[in-house]
């Protein structure tokens, strides 16, 4: 195909786009909002799931809070005791004055206000392998055998739950992705069948004279094109910018489980995977509708 | 130019809107095809540019055989035809020039081809002098006139016309076909199928004329028979 022929398509179909307005923006925000919500589901899954899998030191830690009153030789006789349990690796000890300490310097403001340090001491129990980390949390909550202990903390239940709660957004998400994939599919076929229905005059005589039906379609496919990766885009920004704001959020709470695990996937990424989904559909979504008209023209 | 042997066209009705039709054109004549309404005049046209298939025959225009011919051949056939609607074709919102291109640049032509052969296209139907017009700014003879020019711009070997007159007055009726008169005599061969007897007997040439899909008449200097016209009148008269 010429270069003079190439431009006369590309100038036809975003003429068409400008002569249809209403319906084009119309398109356009229905594919922008299908692949916000896709982006979303996605990028959602996706971050749940990181931020869980970057947790392996924590995954295997128990933290055995014990009660304030607990003297420091009794706090020694516990951990001497959980070390001679079996499948313990080892336990680390963590004095109530150490962790005051660290909390004067991390919230001075908080630490303050307080008359005295009221934290206890913890013990910070590694288990020889993650399949001891449910026995040994149940055995140290049993008051009959540590009546010394307050709470028991196994960071890797809450990692547990987060991966389990990343397998259900993924599934959830999964499932969302693929019927609003097939439902823009569908938007955009239809919006490119009315648009071609608009031009069965110009597409008729475009036949009468001799274009080749590739040449017929170029331009519509094009339309299709520009529907399909213009809503991605402003859905990338979209889903990037609100991405964004959440993990600045979840920063500012300062969860220990969460902390700042920076995201392995570059914006870049993001907007070039929903721009080459908008692409797809909206190529695939002309292209239907294209080979259905031609046939009745 | 064209030949037809045996040709039928039957719809699904099993109406037989051509039967058995055997015809043949030469390279630069003047051909007017008339008779009544459903008498196959259209399908015979439908037929030559491959709009349609017959059930049954051969056909051969310009040197191709449309029976055998496969889909993805047909737009390189009909770039050798020009095609003439009774309501014009132009789109609405192009101009006058840009209506005429469009058929160039549909078969993918340079810029130096629609320069040059636009202009020439647009100075034989004598509409040069408005180029930037727009299709509703133009009397119906101009815009078919127009529709000439879009049908003759590729410079085909052979016209066909659906009824070039049928929106037009008596006066611009005789204008358009003296234009084809004149395109045939550069050496394009012309096919006009048509109810406007004034003009068949104006241009005394070739007539063929249909009822009922067959062909019923073939002359060489023919005019329209006034039965033919009564036929007609009484169809309109009726549908009125």
């Known amino acids: 195909m010429a270069l003079s022929s190439l431009g006369f398509l590309i100038h036809e179909a975003f003429l068409n786009i400008r002569r249809n307005g209403l319906m084009s923006l119309a398109a356009l925000g229905t594919v922008t909002v299908a692949l916000t919500v896709l982006g979303a589901a996605v990028w959602t899954a996706y971050r749940i799931n990181e931020i869980a899998q970057q947790q392996p030191l924590k995954l295997d830690r128990i933290d055995v809070f014990l009660k304030t009153e607990v003297e420091r030789p009794q706090t020694l006789a516990v951990r001497d005791r959980i070390r001679q349990l079996p499948g313990i690796r080892a336990v680390h000890l963590i004095t109530k004055e150490l962790a005051w300490k660290q909390m004067q310097s991390n919230e001075p403001s908080l630490t303050e206000a307080l008359p005295d340090n009221p934290l206890p001491d913890v013990l910070e129990v590694e288990p020889a392998s993650p399949s001891e980390v449910g026995a040994l949390t149940q055995a140290f909550r049993d008051q009959a055998r540590f009546p010394e202990v307050e709470a028991v903390n196994a960071a890797g239940q809450a990692v547990k739950t987060m991966l389990g709660f990343a397998r259900v957004v993924k599934v959830i998400g999964g499932c969302a992705a693929l019927g609003l994939f097939i439902a823009t599919l569908f938007i955009v076929h239809n919006t490119i069948r009315l648009t071609v229905f608009a031009r069965r005059r110009e597409i008729r005589i475009m036949q009468l004279v001799g274009a080749t039906s590739g040449f017929i379609r170029l331009p519509l496919l094009l339309e299709g094109l520009f529907h399909g990766v213009a809503g991605a885009a402003i859905a990338g920004g979209v889903v990037l910018f609100c991405g964004h704001e959440v993990s600045r959020f979840i920063a500012e709470l300062q969860s220990p489980l969460v902390g700042n695990v920076p995201s392995l996937v570059r914006p870049v990424e993001v907007v070039a995977g929903l721009v080459a989904a908008g692409a797809l559909i909206g190529l695939t979504g002309s292209y239907l509708s294209i080979r259905r008209f031609l046939k009745q023209v | ?240």
């Not at chain 2, 509703?136 to 003879?141: A, V, W, Y």
């Open chain 2, 1 to 240: 130019m064209i030949e037809l042997q045996d040709v039928s066209v039957a719809y699904r009705n099993e109406v037989a809107a051509l039967a058995q039709v055997n015809l043949r054109v030469g390279k630069g004549e003047f051909v007017f095809i008339v008779g009544p309404t459903g008498a196959g005049k259209s399908t015979l046209l439908k037929l030559l540019y491959r709009e349609e298939r017959p059930t049954q025959g051969r056909i051969q225009v310009a040197g191709h055989d449309l029976t055998a011919m496969r889909p993805r051949e047909i737009p390189h056939f009909r770039r050798k035809l020009g095609i003439v609607f009774q309501d014009f074709g132009l789109l609405p919102n192009k101009t006058v020039y840009e209506n005429v291109a469009f058929a160039l640049r549909a078969i993918g032509a340079n810029r130096q081809t629609i320069r040059r052969q636009v202009p020439a296209a647009l100075e034989m139907v004598g509409m040069a002098h408005r180029p930037d017009a727009f299709p509703h700014q133009l009397s119906g003879g101009e815009q078919q006139r127009v529709a000439i020019a879009r049908a003759l711009v590729n410079d085909p070997p052979l016209l066909l016309a659906d009824e070039p007159t049928g929106n037009l007055d008596p006066d611009t009726s005789l204008g358009i076909v003296h234009l084809l008169n004149h395109i045939n005599v550069r050496g394009t061969t012309v096919l006009v199928a048509t109810h406007d007897s004034a003009i068949v007997d104006q241009m005394q040439r070739r007539v063929i004329a249909f009822a009922q899909g067959r062909l019923v008449r073939d002359e060489a200097h023919g005019a329209y028979r006034q039965d033919e016209a009564v036929v007609f009148h009484r169809e309109v008269s009726a549908w009125r």
